[in-house]
């Protein structure tokens, strides 16, 4: 398993694309945006841009599948954790006392 | 007669190659893995304050908007910059090792480090304020227990607590709870973090790190990586949401 | 017997490879660690036991005669707490794990041995701030710590207890790490995933649980001492909290603690059923699998706790139908073993009585769950005997059968010398016994109406907790008879020979007591798991055959 | 005791025996299977014992067959379970229209419950026979849980919300009622009886003791006296805060988009938290009331609202207890 070395000009990318991603999302937050997009845009936004830091810094892009099990598996438990806490949330109102 | 034959398959090898390792390839692949698991479970840590965030910013959002725009949004935004800043110099520290540019290693390793302490010295002047403002909630500091000042109608001191849409004192408290509980456990992090890193630029100017061995840096950049993913996450929940009723 | 090996270990033995307190303290042996932490789970097994017989003592009568309602309240609390932190969840994986996952993979330690030394110290401080607070003042919560009570009306060491949890799962959560990455990076060449045996596959699913489940719980127990000594928090409604979520928390690592205690059990009797058997184990590939099953499925089913607590009945129903689903993969393990059997050639050493016990009573065990599983049962059930003697049934028929099963099957590994074979079945016996006596009756009254972590009770209760307190009795003296002769003979035992039982494993291909490096050369693995070959044709990798 | 089942506690409410009969579905099918395996093991164990040291069985690989056999059944029995038990779990939580509402009020150690009469009891409930009875349920501290074996319900007991559970009695006598949730140190004292009695013993019993104001008036009055009527209006006709008048079992359409129903948590919530839950068309406005009223307040709070349904509002007849229109309690005399 030889390891793959990732280019400077990449990181660099990566990096101007953080930056511009922050500016973005302070910007957008003082806009009033209707329905919850404000919630969805910032929330959008940091995924952008944790994806980026695990795919390029992290180099989980370049790793064996096993890395890329791991991080997903992660993913899928805070998952379950939110989804099957929250169906509880959400579903408490629909039988009345 | 076996044992000496172990002994001289290591003495052939790299002399980091610790005895139960077959190779330095195996040791390398162990120790990824082994961080990568490592923040999966510190995923899972943080996934339970996240999870109580989501709740109670539905059951009182007046209050989380209210509390929200009390937080210095400026400091927060220089404090996101500075971490990806930090994140990008820790890549090419890693990317230094690999390639054996040993000064750009030593020097970016260094410029982290500072980074991670700049970060922390700003969260401790926002700490600070929220001191100031008898922010720190319930009775977590001795002898100051949370007693922001409610700012009135036409109030606009930065320093009280401007509550609008009905929200109560006590809801505030609980964001307070919230946001001190996530940001103290990131900023632990951040310690351990630059801890970690005070051992790594240490042990790269005693010139131990190489090509072939590089792993320990690599292995520290990716714990370094997740607790930036953290606040990238923790920077617009905690400082944005809300930020547009003002 | 005598034509078989002769063992003539050459090499020194990892118990004589160094003496002296430090070269224990500071080993990185992962046979040494099994060991250090072999003797502090039984240490807390002891104060465990020790509030059983205190809570069986009391229940004798109906009024609280014996010790104070807050005392008794301690009492069960402490129980719960030191049983299921400290030793049912380190039991098997920090002990027989510890030993017997590098050696049947074929490696020369975990992966990471200086962290394996690390976790058993973090488990000792966690242990012995536990113990701090216990002797302190002790902990009245119940070992479910439920909100608000904990945070603010308990009036004892909650926080300190708390700590001691807290500081007790990172051991776990290094543990679980530690294994999984062994057994990712360090198996043997040729041994492949579906040579692995299935003690490995039980363990890799064990710790895929502590390593997501227990980060849950650590943050939990934090926010909750914080909640209680800074009267600040998320879980109080006095203070807009909502003491649901922290039932949600707890029990998203709590259902799956559940299988963390058992799934390394369900390791151990493959390897006895299969062993003593001399037989593969019927569906290999379904066992193995359904063990990742169960670790996944485990974490999906947590809110079946929550039936009666004010959770939607929506969700309720969700988890209903997702705890009836975690039922089938153990189903299958059962039949699986059962027809492993299947003209078989079945030997009755101790190992293979307790695997039997444990069959019988998983069985009982994992269908009663049923009862809890079931909606509208649960609600009559939940917080009654039942419960109790469901759970029961499960960690102690199941997981403490399974791991004194273990512990005899690898006791002239660990320790080069032999039990005495009949002292171990007479003790079996009366262990299974003692258990049913004590929890069948439980069963009964769980569903007449009794509701757990009562003092006092009404008196139509009597008769069935005399037969518990007798049962209990009985369970007491088979399992002292243990402890009493595995102690006696590590010293005056039988020496053991490298494979007594006549086994294809690879820890049997090395010397007993093994090398600190477990094997010579590193093993090339070129049979499949549970192949038995004429005992003859077992290739040796130890040296002891020169 | 007519009918006795050893090992089954006595069954005294319509749902009990629901309960019972999916109790003997799961203890035979439990029974059966451990006695299937069990033998089977033993069967095997002793056929197949060792004969000789040497002895190496033939391997077997296993069989897709058998495997798929042994997850199927299993799995069609465990969704039989399932889906028997959803059916009547939902049937024990869906309240019933028409009950007897009592409000129960937990504390450290003692269960206080409160007729919509204003009849008070610590530590015993009566009920009707016959007459389907609606616990609506809180705590002032701790989560406690309102267990009676006999009639097979237990719920919860939770501070800062309500919850509720029904059931109706099929037998006078006098049956246990026991704390089921740990709650601290005297947490087995924490019991006490439910006392079912005919019909008409239990309104004598319910007009027995008639110095007592319903909670309903003691809710009117609480209205005034906490200032309510400056928003919602003296009664309940609405104004800078929404109607209340008719508002109890209504469906509210809230600000946030979602519609719910003015169930009594959702008046409860309403109070506590006036911002969780805000009405379309109003401001935020309303201050909470939280750590100002007690839980027994709340309660009159509550009993009062739920009496203003119709133009009229006026809670029925005051004075009187039948806060809530029951046919049986309409019944009951008036004082």
């Given at each position: 398993?030889?390891?793959?070395?990732?280019?400077?000009?990449?990181?660099?990318?990566?990096?101007?694309?953080?930056?511009?991603?922050?500016?973005?999302?302070?910007?957008?937050?003082?806009?009033?945006?209707?329905?919850?997009?404000?919630?969805?845009?910032?929330?959008?936004?940091?995924?952008?841009?944790?994806?980026?830091?695990?795919?390029?810094?992290?180099?989980?892009?370049?790793?064996?599948?096993?890395?890329?099990?791991?991080?997903?598996?992660?993913?899928?438990?805070?998952?379950?954790l939110f989804a099957l806490t929250l169906s509880d949330y959400f579903t408490r109102e629909w039988l009345p006392l | 007669?076996?044992?000496?034959?172990?002994?001289?398959?290591?003495?052939?090898?790299?002399?980091?190659?610790?005895?139960?390792?077959?190779?330095?390839?195996?040791?390398?692949?162990?120790?990824?893995?082994?961080?990568?698991?490592?923040?999966?479970?510190?995923?899972?840590?943080?996934?339970g304050m996240?999870l109580a965030y989501t709740l109670y910013r539905s059951y009182y959002p007046?209050a989380?908007?209210?509390?929200?725009?009390?937080?210095?949004?400026?400091?927060?935004?220089?404090?996101?910059?500075?971490?990806?800043?930090?994140?990008?110099?820790?890549?090419?520290?890693?990317?230094?090792?690999?390639?054996?540019?040993?000064?750009?290693?030593?020097?970016?390793?260094?410029?982290?480090?500072?980074?991670?302490?700049?970060?922390?010295?700003?969260?401790?002047?926002?700490?600070?304020?929220?001191?100031?403002?008898?922010?720190?909630p319930g009775?977590?500091?001795?002898?100051?227990?949370?007693?922001?000042?409610?700012?009135?109608?036409?109030?606009?001191?930065?320093?009280?607590?401007?509550?609008?849409?009905?929200?109560s004192?006590r809801q505030?408290e609980m964001f307070?709870w919230i946001?001190?509980?996530?940001?103290?456990?990131?900023?632990?992090?951040?310690?351990?973090?630059?801890?970690?890193?005070?051992?790594?630029?240490?042990?790269?100017?005693?010139?131990?790190?190489?090509?072939?061995?590089?792993?320990?840096?690599?292995?520290?950049?990716?714990?370094?990586?997740?607790?930036?993913?953290?606040?990238?996450?923790?920077?617009?929940?905690?400082?944005?949401?809300?930020?547009?009723?003002? | 017997?005598?034509?078989?090996?002769?063992?003539?270990?050459?090499?020194?033995?990892?118990?004589?490879?160094?003496?002296?307190?430090?070269?224990?303290?500071?080993?990185?042996?992962?046979?040494?660690?099994?060991?250090?932490?072999?003797?502090?789970?039984?240490?807390?097994?002891?104060?465990?036991?020790?509030?059983?017989?205190?809570?069986?003592?009391?229940?004798?009568?109906?009024?609280?005669?014996?010790?104070?309602s807050?005392?008794?309240n301690?009492?069960f609390t402490?129980?719960g707490?030191?049983?299921?932190?400290?030793?049912?969840?380190?039991?098997?994986?920090?002990?027989?794990?510890?030993?017997?996952?590098?050696?049947?993979?074929?490696?020369?330690?975990?992966?990471?041995?200086?962290?394996?030394?690390?976790?058993?110290?973090?488990?000792?401080?966690?242990?012995?701030?536990?113990?701090?607070?216990?002797?302190?003042?002790?902990v009245d919560t119940g070992w479910t710590f439920y909100a608000p009570f904990s945070t603010t009306f308990s009036n004892s060491?909650v926080?300190?207890?708390g700590?001691?949890?807290?500081?007790?799962?990172?051991?776990?959560?290094?543990?679980?790490?530690?294994?999984?990455?062994?057994?990712?990076?360090?198996?043997?060449?040729?041994?492949?995933?579906?040579?692995?045996?299935?003690?490995?596959?039980?363990?890799?699913?064990?710790?895929?649980?502590?390593?997501?489940?227990?980060?849950v719980i650590?943050i939990t127990i934090?926010l909750l001492a914080f909640e209680r000594?800074a009267g600040i928090g998320i879980f109080d409604p006095a203070v807009g909290g909502d003491p649901v979520l922290f039932q949600h928390l707890f029990w998203f690592y709590s259902h799956?603690?559940?299988?963390?205690?058992?799934?390394?059990?369900?390791?151990?009797?493959?390897?006895?059923?299969?062993?003593?058997?001399?037989?593969?184990?019927?569906?290999?590939?379904?066992?193995?699998?359904?063990?990742?099953?169960?670790?996944?499925?485990?974490?999906?089913v947590w809110g079946h706790h929550l039936f009666v607590a004010g959770q939607s009945i929506y969700a309720g129903m969700i988890f209903s139908?997702?705890s009836?689903?975690?039922?089938?993969?153990?189903?299958?393990?059962?039949?699986?073993?059962?027809?492993?059997?299947?003209?078989?050639?079945?030997?009755?050493?101790?190992?293979?009585?307790?695997?039997?016990?444990?069959?019988?009573?998983?069985?009982?065990?994992?269908?009663?769950?049923?009862?809890l599983a079931?909606l509208a049962t649960d609600v009559h059930l939940s917080d009654t005997?039942f419960v109790v003697?469901?759970?029961?049934?499960?960690?102690?028929?199941?997981?403490?059968?399974?791991?004194?099963?273990?512990?005899?099957?690898?006791?002239?590994?660990?320790?080069?010398?032999?039990?005495?074979?009949?002292?171990?079945?007479?003790?079996?016996?009366?262990?299974?016994?003692?258990?049913?006596?004590?929890?069948?009756?439980?069963?009964?009254?769980?569903?007449?109406g009794m509701p757990r972590r009562y003092h006092?009770?009404?008196?139509?209760?009597?008769?069935?907790?005399?037969?518990?307190?007798?049962?209990?009795?009985?369970?007491?003296?088979?399992?002292?008879?243990?402890?009493?002769?595995?102690?006696?003979?590590?010293?005056?035992?039988?020496?053991?020979?490298?494979?007594?039982?006549?086994?294809?494993?690879?820890?049997?291909?090395?010397?007993?007591?093994?090398?600190?490096?477990?094997?010579?050369?590193?093993?090339?693995?070129?049979?499949?798991?549970?192949?038995?070959?004429?005992?003859?044709?077992?290739?040796?990798?130890?040296?002891?055959?020169? | 005791?007519?009918?006795?089942?050893?090992?089954?506690?006595?069954?005294?409410s319509?749902l009990?025996?629901?309960v019972?009969?999916?109790?003997?579905?799961?203890?035979?099918?439990?029974?059966?299977?451990?006695?299937?395996?069990?033998?089977?093991?033993?069967?095997?164990?002793?056929?197949?014992?060792?004969?000789?040291?040497?002895?190496?069985?033939?391997?077997?690989?296993?069989?897709?067959?058998?495997?798929?056999?042994?997850?199927?059944?299993?799995?069609?029995?465990?969704?039989?379970?399932?889906?028997?038990g959803a059916?009547l779990y939902f049937e024990q939580f869906r309240s019933p229209?028409?009950a007897v509402e009592v409000y129960v009020v937990g504390k450290q150690w003692m269960w206080k419950i409160q007729h919509t009469?204003?009849?008070r009891e610590i530590n015993q409930l009566?009920v009707?026979?016959?007459?389907k009875v609606k616990l609506i349920m809180t705590s002032e501290d701790v989560i406690h849980d309102f267990f009676i074996p006999?009639f097979r319900i237990k719920t919860d007991v939770l501070p800062g919300r309500y919850t509720s559970q029904w059931f109706?009695?099929?037998?006078?006598?006098?049956?246990h009622l026991f704390c089921a949730e740990y709650c601290g140190m005297n947490h087995s004292g924490m019991i006490g009886s439910v006392?079912?009695?005919?019909?008409?013993?239990?309104?004598?019993?319910?007009?027995?003791?008639?110095?007592?104001?319903?909670p309903?008036?003691a809710g009117?009055?609480l209205?005034?006296?906490?200032?309510?009527?400056?928003?919602?209006?003296?009664?309940?006709?609405?104004?800078?805060?929404?109607?209340?008048?008719?508002?109890f079992g209504?469906?509210v359409?809230l600000?946030?988009?979602q519609?719910v129903t003015a169930d009594e948590g959702y008046l409860r919530e309403s109070i506590v938290n006036p911002q969780g839950k805000?009405?379309?068309?109003?401001?935020?406005?309303?201050?909470t009331f939280q750590g100002q009223v007690t839980e027994d307040q709340l309660v009159q709070l509550v009993a009062f609202i739920k009496?203003?349904?119709?133009?009229?509002?006026?809670?029925?007849?005051?004075?009187?207890?039948?806060?809530v229109?029951?046919?049986?309690?309409?019944?009951?005399?008036?004082?």
């Amino acid at each position: 398993m030889s390891e793959h070395i990732v280019p400077v000009k990449v990181y660099l990318t990566i990096f101007l694309a953080l930056m511009v991603g922050t500016v973005v999302t302070v910007w957008a937050a003082f806009f009033d945006f209707p329905w919850r997009l404000n919630t969805i845009i910032a929330l959008t936004i940091a995924s952008v841009k944790a994806t980026l830091v695990v795919l390029y810094f992290m180099h989980v892009r370049y790793s064996a599948r096993l890395v890329w099990v791991i991080v997903a598996s992660a993913l899928f438990w805070m998952g379950i954790l939110f989804a099957l806490t929250l169906s509880d949330y959400f579903t408490r109102e629909w039988l009345p006392l | 007669m076996t044992e000496s034959s172990v002994a001289i398959d290591h003495a052939t090898s790299h002399p980091a190659l610790q005895h139960h390792f077959e190779n330095m390839e195996q040791q390398r692949e162990a120790g990824t893995i082994g961080m990568w698991v490592f923040l999966v479970t510190e995923i899972m840590f943080f996934g339970g304050m996240f999870l109580a965030y989501t709740l109670y910013r539905s059951y009182y959002p007046a209050a989380f908007a209210a509390a929200s725009n009390h937080l210095d949004i400026t400091l927060g935004a220089i404090n996101t910059a500075v971490l990806i800043v930090s994140s990008f110099t820790m890549a090419l520290a890693v990317y230094g090792t690999q390639v054996g540019r040993t000064r750009m290693q030593n020097i970016c390793l260094f410029l982290t480090l500072v980074l991670g302490l700049t970060f922390l010295g700003i969260k401790a002047v926002e700490y600070r304020s929220k001191y100031e403002d008898r922010l720190i909630p319930g009775r977590l500091i001795p002898g100051r227990e949370f007693g922001p000042q409610v700012a009135e109608a036409n109030d606009t001191d930065p320093h009280k607590l401007h509550l609008r849409d009905g929200a109560s004192v006590r809801q505030v408290e609980m964001f307070y709870w919230i946001y001190f509980a996530m940001t103290g456990m990131h900023a632990l992090h951040m310690v351990i973090g630059a801890g970690l890193l005070t051992v790594i630029l240490i042990l790269s100017l005693r010139g131990r790190f190489s090509p072939e061995y590089h792993s320990p840096v690599e292995i520290s950049g990716l714990y370094w990586h997740f607790v930036d993913i953290v606040w990238i996450f923790l920077f617009p929940l905690l400082y944005l949401l809300g930020r547009h009723v003002h | 017997m005598e034509e078989f090996f002769i063992p003539k270990p050459t090499r020194v033995d990892y118990l004589k490879a160094e003496y002296g307190l430090k070269s224990w303290l500071l080993t990185r042996d992962h046979k040494r660690i099994a060991l250090l932490y072999l003797y502090s789970i039984t240490f807390f097994f002891l104060i465990g036991s020790v509030y059983a017989m205190l809570i069986r003592l009391e229940l004798l009568t109906p009024q609280g005669d014996l010790m104070q309602s807050t005392t008794y309240n301690k009492t069960f609390t402490q129980h719960g707490i030191i049983m299921v932190f400290f030793f049912l969840i380190p039991s098997i994986p920090a002990t027989l794990g510890n030993f017997l996952v590098p050696m049947m993979i074929g490696a020369k330690d975990l992966a990471f041995p200086r962290i394996n030394l690390l976790s058993w110290y973090i488990y000792l401080v966690g242990g012995l701030v536990t113990i701090y607070a216990l002797l302190a003042g002790g902990v009245d919560t119940g070992w479910t710590f439920y909100a608000p009570f904990s945070t603010t009306f308990s009036n004892s060491y909650v926080v300190a207890t708390g700590l001691g949890i807290f500081i007790n799962g990172f051991s776990s959560i290094l543990t679980g790490l530690n294994f999984i990455v062994t057994i990712h990076t360090m198996r043997a060449p040729g041994m492949t995933w579906f040579r692995l045996p299935l003690f490995i596959w039980a363990h890799y699913a064990t710790s895929l649980i502590m390593i997501l489940g227990t980060p849950v719980i650590a943050i939990t127990i934090l926010l909750l001492a914080f909640e209680r000594f800074a009267g600040i928090g998320i879980f109080d409604p006095a203070v807009g909290g909502d003491p649901v979520l922290f039932q949600h928390l707890f029990w998203f690592y709590s259902h799956p603690a559940v299988y963390i205690m058992v799934l390394p059990g369900m390791g151990v009797i493959s390897e006895l059923i299969a062993n003593f058997s001399r037989k593969n184990i019927f569906g290999y590939g379904f066992v193995a699998f359904s063990s990742l099953a169960i670790a996944v499925f485990g974490f999906l089913v947590w809110g079946h706790h929550l039936f009666v607590a004010g959770q939607s009945i929506y969700a309720g129903m969700i988890f209903s139908f997702l705890s009836f689903a975690v039922a089938i993969p153990s189903a299958i393990k059962v039949f699986n073993w059962t027809a492993t059997l299947y003209k078989a050639s079945i030997s009755y050493e101790t190992p293979m009585l307790y695997a039997l016990g444990f069959i019988g009573l998983f069985t009982i065990g994992g269908m009663t769950g049923l009862f809890l599983a079931a909606l509208a049962t649960d609600v009559h059930l939940s917080d009654t005997y039942f419960v109790v003697a469901h759970f029961h049934y499960i960690m102690v028929g199941g997981t403490l059968l399974a791991y004194l099963g273990g512990l005899h099957y690898w006791w002239p590994k660990i320790s080069g010398r032999m039990y005495p074979e009949g002292w171990g079945r007479f003790s079996a016996l009366v262990v299974f016994v003692g258990f049913n006596l004590t929890f069948l009756p439980q069963f009964v009254m769980g569903y007449m109406g009794m509701p757990r972590r009562y003092h006092m009770y009404p008196p139509e209760f009597q008769v069935l907790h005399v037969l518990s307190t007798a049962g209990a009795s009985i369970l007491g003296v088979g399992l002292l008879i243990p402890v009493i002769y595995l102690m006696w003979s590590m010293r005056y035992g039988r020496i053991a020979e490298a494979n007594p039982w006549h086994l294809p494993g690879l820890e049997w291909r090395t010397q007993s007591p093994p090398p600190t490096e477990n094997f010579d050369v590193t093993p090339v693995v070129t049979w499949e798991a549970y192949e038995f070959a004429p005992p003859e044709e077992t290739e040796v990798v130890g040296t002891f055959r020169e | 005791m007519q009918t006795w089942v050893p090992f089954v506690p006595e069954s005294a409410s319509t749902l009990s025996w629901k309960v019972d009969a999916l109790y003997f579905f799961l203890s035979g099918v439990t029974i059966f299977f451990t006695l299937l395996i069990s033998g089977v093991l033993i069967f095997f164990v002793l056929k197949y014992r060792r004969r000789s040291l040497h002895e190496v069985p033939r391997p077997v690989a296993g069989s897709h067959k058998l495997e798929t056999l042994w997850s199927v059944i299993p799995f069609l029995i465990a969704m039989t379970m399932f889906a028997w038990g959803a059916q009547l779990y939902f049937e024990q939580f869906r309240s019933p229209q028409n009950a007897v509402e009592v409000y129960v009020v937990g504390k450290q150690w003692m269960w206080k419950i409160q007729h919509t009469t204003g009849q008070r009891e610590i530590n015993q409930l009566h009920v009707p026979v016959g007459r389907k009875v609606k616990l609506i349920m809180t705590s002032e501290d701790v989560i406690h849980d309102f267990f009676i074996p006999a009639f097979r319900i237990k719920t919860d007991v939770l501070p800062g919300r309500y919850t509720s559970q029904w059931f109706e009695a099929t037998k006078p006598g006098t049956y246990h009622l026991f704390c089921a949730e740990y709650c601290g140190m005297n947490h087995s004292g924490m019991i006490g009886s439910v006392i079912v009695m005919e019909p008409r013993d239990f309104d004598n019993w319910l007009s027995g003791n008639t110095n007592q104001q319903s909670p309903a008036v003691a809710g009117q009055q609480l209205f005034q006296t906490l200032g309510c009527v400056s928003c919602h209006g003296a009664a309940g006709e609405g104004g800078r805060g929404p109607a209340l008048a008719g508002l109890f079992g209504s469906r509210v359409s809230l600000a946030s988009g979602q519609t719910v129903t003015a169930d009594e948590g959702y008046l409860r919530e309403s109070i506590v938290n006036p911002q969780g839950k805000l009405v379309t068309g109003f401001g935020p406005i309303m201050p909470t009331f939280q750590g100002q009223v007690t839980e027994d307040q709340l309660v009159q709070l509550v009993a009062f609202i739920k009496s203003l349904q119709g133009q009229s509002s006026q809670p029925a007849g005051a004075g009187t207890g039948a806060a809530v229109p029951s046919p049986s309690m309409q019944a009951a005399p008036i004082k």
